[in-house]
T-cell receptor
Framework: GQNIDQPTEMTATEGAIVQINCTYQTSGFNGLFWYQQHAGEAPTFLSYNVLDGLEEKGRFSSFLSRSKGYSYLLLKELQMKDSASYLCAVRDRRYSTLTFGKGTMLLVSP | DVKVTQSSRYLVKRTGEKVFLECVQDMDHENMFWYRQDPGLGLRLIYFSYDVKMKEKGDIPEGYSVSREKKERFSLILESASTNQTSMYLC?????????????FGPGTRLTVL
């Protein structure tokens, strides 16, 4: 099975940098995903890591350490529209199913 | 552009009714998934399908069934709706393969069972 932990809530200021951590225990790891979900909307894909290291995509970066069962999502130059829930998800090796963490609600204030 | 659609955004049903939630994707994806999302519990997998007429139980299949008669369509069925099935239901699809793509989500159906 999978067990995924991430903080419930975080707050940050516009223009700042925030790091959202995710730890996981899994029996068959095949990649880690980050999704963004605004209130009342569907999750949208942000990033994907399957090898150790940092993946950068504009203002967003994601890091993975498979040996530590650890990932983080880094958001730079925060904007008000970044206020959303951020979901960490681990993919199963056999069926490509995703197990999601409970999500981190990020509130960006002026 | 990638598209996953769900038949209703909001649905209100009564206890004991049979409920059908429909999901259609236009990306020729092999895999399709049904989740429910509840406050404090996150997204939980109900059922998934990796091919036409194939289905596999997810983490919380009790009280639900599914149907996949065509590749593009995946239906979630609540045989006898109960109040504890009030939730947001999200459908998703993805390609198959070892480096398969991410899952793409539909807009969700908010189901209320009275």
């Amino acid at each position: 099975g999978q067990n995924i932990d991430q903080p419930t809530e975080m707050t940050a200021t516009e223009g700042a940098i925030v790091q959202i951590n995710c730890t996981y225990q899994t029996s068959g790891f095949n990649g880690l995903f980050w999704y963004q979900q605004h209130a009342g909307e569907a999750p949208t894909f942000l990033s994907y890591n399957v090898l150790d290291g940092l993946e950068e995509k504009g203002r967003f970066s994601s890091f993975l350490s498979r040996s530590k069962g650890y990932s983080y999502l880094l958001l730079k130059e925060l904007q008000m529209k970044d206020s959303a829930s951020y979901l960490c998800a681990v993919r199963d090796r056999r069926y490509s199913t995703l197990t999601f963490g409970k999500g981190t609600m990020l509130l960006v204030s002026p | 552009d990638v598209k996953v659609t769900q038949s209703s955004r909001y649905l209100v049903k009564r206890t004991g009714e049979k409920v059908f939630l429909e999901c259609v994707q236009d990306m020729d994806h092999e895999n399709m998934f049904w989740y429910r999302q509840d406050p404090g519990l996150g997204l939980r997998l109900i059922y998934f399908s990796y091919d036409v007429k194939m289905k596999e139980k997810g983490d919380i299949p009790e009280g639900y069934s599914v149907s996949r008669e065509k590749k593009e369509r995946f239906s979630l069925i609540l045989e006898s709706a109960s109040t504890n099935q009030t939730s947001m239901y999200l459908c998703a699809s993805s390609k198959q393969g070892p480096r398969s793509d991410t899952q793409y989500f539909g807009p969700g159906t908010r189901l209320t069972v009275l």
